[in-house]
């Protein structure tokens, strides 16, 4: 009798990682590029340097009696990039760029950079002067452009 032989690797039953691997759906993709754009541009604008010359060691002057006791608004906690935001940064900036140098381009990086900025919908259809169903269209196809452009890129990079 002949001892029995092992199994080779391509009878193993051992599933490929491509198994488990999820499928890259458009929607999801394009989700995914609309949260790294948000992403992006809030790290942008949380970097330091921008407010630097604001900065003084001299106290806040406190003219009216409604700013002495903490009436006025307080606002929001500012956005806390993570260090993979940050290296997420430009690359992400670079579809902004591209995208500009397209058609509509310019009008259409302003709408995902104030989008990102929480500008609501019914302000910008007012500051381009068409409805909001018409610039939430235009913010649907530039995400829709960077992601069918960038496609690999969107899906290599981490979020944060």
């Keep these: 009798m002949t001892p029995p032989q092992a199994p080779s690797r391509a009878d193993d039953e051992t599933p490929?990682?491509?198994?488990f691997a999820k499928p890259r759906d458009?929607?999801?993709?394009?989700?995914?590029?609309?949260?790294?754009l948000r992403r992006a541009i809030l790290t942008h604008d949380a970097l330091p340097?921008?407010?630097?010359?604001k900065v003084t060691n001299w106290p806040a002057i406190i003219r009216e009696a409604h700013e002495a006791y903490g009436y006025d608004d307080s606002r929001p906690p500012r956005f806390n990039p993570t260090p993979r935001d940050v290296s997420n940064l430009l690359p992400v900036m670079a579809w902004i760029c591209w995208l500009e140098q397209g058609h509509n381009g310019e009008r259409?990086?302003?709408i995902i950079m104030s989008r990102a900025r929480?500008?609501?919908?019914?302000?910008?259809?007012?500051?381009?002067?068409?409805?909001?169903?018409?610039?939430q269209r235009w913010y649907d196809g530039a995400v829709a452009a960077i992601y069918g452009h960038f496609q690999n890129e969107v899906w290599d990079l981490e979020p944060g």
Aim: aromatic share 8%; hydrophobic share 40%.
């Design 118 to 135: 929480r500008a609501p919908w019914w302000k910008l259809a007012q500051r381009f002067g068409r409805s909001e169903r018409t610039v």
């Design 49 to 53: 340097g921008r407010e630097i010359a």
């Design 108 to 110: 259409d990086a302003k």
């Design 16 to 19: 490929s990682l491509q198994a």
């Design 26 to 36: 458009h929607e999801d993709g394009a989700a995914r590029c609309a949260d790294l």
